[in-house]
């Protein structure tokens, strides 16, 4: 019981620890780091490497975004078998269905408790857009 915690704490902490380290390492974007990490767990999955990955490690690769990549690929996948090549279109939604609908759920959530202080902060400082704790002013234009 005490490994697989471990390991998925590992694996897991290895992922984001990774992508730590290109936040602060390189010039991308955190948008573009997450698109990377969707992109790497469907070519992972592909090439069936983070199945394997999956079982050993449990909720440490599946919970990261490598792990939605993985179900959105293996949703298609199991899409496209059953109906052709409409299931291209609609087999990914379909397997990530309930991880995002709960996403929008607990987020609204977040939004109904931390709503009015997120208003009055905003309220308080309109020229400033507040992203990921971080105050970013924006630039003036040219």
């Given at each position: 019981?005490?490994?697989?915690?471990?390991?998925?704490?590992?694996?897991?902490?290895?992922?984001?620890?990774?992508?730590?380290?290109?936040?602060?390492?390189?010039?991308?974007?955190?948008?573009?780091?997450?698109?990377?990490?969707?992109?790497?767990?469907?070519v992972?999955?592909?090439?069936?490497?983070?199945?394997?990955?999956?079982?050993?490690?449990?909720?440490?690769?599946?919970?990261?975004?490598?792990?939605?990549g993985s179900?959105?690929a293996?949703?298609?996948?199991?899409?496209?078998?059953?109906?052709?090549?409409?299931?291209?279109?609609t087999g990914?939604?379909?397997?990530?269905?309930?991880?995002?609908?709960?996403?929008?759920?607990?987020?609204?959530?977040?939004?109904?408790?931390?709503?009015?202080?997120?208003?009055?902060?905003?309220?308080?400082?309109?020229?400033?857009t507040?992203?990921?704790?971080?105050a970013?002013?924006?630039?003036?234009?040219?």
């Open positions: 019981m005490w490994t697989d915690y471990l390991k998925a704490f590992l694996v897991g902490g290895a992922l984001c620890a990774l992508g730590q380290v290109l936040i602060d390492r390189t010039k991308l974007t955190p948008a573009r780091i997450l698109t990377c990490y969707v992109v790497l767990g469907v992972l999955h592909a090439v069936g490497v983070y199945a394997p990955l999956i079982e050993w490690a449990g909720a440490g690769a599946s919970v990261p975004l490598t792990g939605f179900t959105l293996k949703g298609v996948e199991k899409a496209v078998a059953e109906k052709g090549f409409l299931g291209a279109f990914g939604l379909t397997a990530s269905a309930g991880g995002i609908a709960a996403a929008i759920f607990f987020g609204y959530l977040a939004l109904q408790a931390q709503g009015e202080k997120m208003i009055h902060q905003y309220r308080r400082f309109p020229h400033r507040v992203v990921n704790s971080m970013i002013t924006p630039q003036p234009r040219r």
